[in-house]
């Protein structure tokens, strides 16, 4: 598709770049620099600079649409916490805040893959060249354990262990709210929330997909800043956000979860301060698996980081928190 456009007399002194983002509705100036980079521009015949002045008068043709390069992870050097690593895998402490890998619309600097190729320099190939090494993946404002895999063998190999579920993942998560039972499954299929796609949800069942998430109860919190469970959870699947839809699901967010509905502050009860956790209490806190090429079984810990800890002791307060145990039910 050609687009033709004259310019005005009116126009003239204006910057090629700053006229042709006003003509193409929905397109961003950075976006017509793509254009004119990828000779998608032509100024009465030819390829023009973005920073061209026009005079009035000219054609400017527009042939399709900006083609943004593929986005490719690079090497970085940024500091990991390596738990576990041998020739076939690694098993990496993941902070809060950092992606996993880059994507659409998404940072292609400060992933832990590109730390990762820092490292080791070669992972395996199955992800793809943004995704290299990479078997599962964790949110972005979730901390704890990852698997990466070291070469092609071992990432077909964790894979199928993750398929087969012979990984048993725990998760350390704090909620809203007491929970009634001690223990408890959630079994509820999980889909893309089709008005709000950044969001997942249980309320769908085109497209939706098994998910089974098992929970303990740690302890339950009442305190000044309300009422609050802490958990250990066990995902039998590894849907897109699950545990955090799964509790939201059953009216139990997860604290600093604001995208499923958790407050962005908690408010003290008769007092005017507040408290922002400023990213999701949620934490995988424990891997156990077979190892690749020993068959010996191995079992990975992470403590709670450190802004979790400060958190839940200030949640807890300085008097001594009442934690109530709750009667076992059926």
Same mark, same amino acid.
């Given at each position: 598709?050609?687009?033709?456009?004259?310019?005005?007399?009116?126009?003239?002194?204006?910057?090629?770049?700053?006229?042709?983002?006003?003509?193409?509705?929905?397109?961003?100036?950075? +976006?017509?620099?793509?254009?004119?980079?990828?000779?998608?521009?032509?100024?009465?015949?030819?390829?023009? +600079?973005?920073?061209?002045?026009?005079?009035?008068?000219?054609?400017?043709?527009?042939?399709?649409?900006?083609?943004?390069?593929?986005?490719?992870?690079?090497?970085?050097?940024?500091?990991?916490?390596?738990?576990?690593?041998?020739?076939?895998?690694?098993?990496?402490?993941?902070?809060?805040?950092?992606?996993?890998?880059?994507?659409?619309?998404?940072?292609?600097?400060?992933?832990?893959?590109?730390?990762?190729?820092?490292?080791?320099?070669?992972?395996?190939?199955?992800?793809?060249?943004?995704?290299?090494?990479?078997?599962?993946?964790?949110?972005?404002?979730?901390?704890?354990?990852?698997?990466?895999?070291?070469?092609?063998?071992?990432?077909?190999?964790?894979?199928?262990?993750?398929?087969?579920?012979?990984? +048993?993942?725990?998760?350390?998560?704090?909620?809203?709210?007491?929970?009634?039972?001690?223990?408890?499954?959630?079994?509820?299929? !999980?889909?893309?929330?089709? !008005?709000?796609?950044?969001?997942?949800?249980?309320?769908?069942?085109?497209?939706? +997909?098994?998910?089974?998430?098992?929970?303990?109860?740690?302890?339950? !919190?009442?305190?000044?800043?309300?009422?609050?469970?802490?958990?250990?959870?066990?995902?039998?699947?590894?849907?897109?956000?699950?545990?955090?839809?799964?509790?939201?699901?059953?009216?139990? $967010?997860?604290?600093?979860?604001?995208?499923?509905?958790?407050?962005?502050?908690?408010?003290?009860?008769?007092?005017?301060?507040?408290?922002?956790?400023?990213?999701?209490?949620?934490?995988?806190?424990?891997?156990?698996?077979?190892?690749?090429?020993?068959?010996? $079984?191995?079992?990975?810990?992470?403590?709670?980081?450190?802004?979790?800890?400060?958190?839940?002791?200030?949640?807890?307060?300085?008097?001594?928190?009442?934690?109530?145990?709750?009667?076992?039910?059926?």
């Amino acid at each position: 598709m050609t687009r033709t456009y004259s310019v005005p007399s009116e126009a003239a002194g204006q910057r090629l770049d700053a006229w042709l983002a006003a003509q193409l509705k929905g397109v961003s100036r950075e +976006r017509v620099h793509l254009l004119i980079d990828q000779e998608k521009v032509r100024l009465d015949g030819k390829s023009p +600079r973005a920073s061209h002045r026009l005079r009035g008068g000219e054609t400017v043709e527009v042939v399709g649409d900006p083609v943004p390069p593929p986005l490719k992870a690079f090497a970085e050097d940024i500091p990991l916490c390596v738990v576990y690593e041998d020739d076939a895998f690694s098993v990496i402490d993941k902070p809060a805040g950092m992606m996993v890998h880059a994507g659409a619309g998404a940072t292609e600097s400060g992933t832990l893959v590109n730390a990762l190729l820092h490292r080791y320099r070669t992972l395996s190939t199955t992800g793809g060249d943004l995704r290299p090494g990479i078997v599962h993946r964790l949110d972005k404002q979730t901390s704890g354990l990852i698997v990466v895999a070291r070469n092609d063998a071992s990432h077909l190999r964790l894979a199928q262990m993750f398929s087969r579920r012979e990984m +048993r993942k725990t998760y350390i998560a704090l909620v809203h709210g007491h929970l009634k039972l001690d223990t408890g499954t959630i079994d509820a299929p !999980i889909a893309r929330d089709l !008005i709000r796609r950044t969001r997942m949800t249980t309320r769908r069942e085109s497209g939706a +997909r098994a998910a089974v998430s098992h929970y303990t109860v740690v302890r339950r !919190i009442t305190s000044q800043w309300g009422k609050f469970t802490l958990l250990s959870v066990r995902i039998e699947t590894g849907r897109t956000h699950q545990i955090r839809v799964h509790l939201a699901s059953i009216g139990h $967010p997860v604290v600093g979860d604001t995208l499923y509905g958790a407050p962005a502050r908690l408010q003290r009860e008769g007092a005017g301060d507040s408290l922002a956790l400023g990213r999701n209490f949620l934490h995988a806190a424990e891997l156990e698996f077979t190892h690749l090429m020993t068959g010996e $079984p191995l079992r990975l810990q992470s403590a709670l980081p450190s802004e979790l800890e400060t958190f839940l002791k200030t949640v807890e307060g300085g008097d001594k928190p009442t934690v109530r145990q709750s009667n076992k039910k059926s």
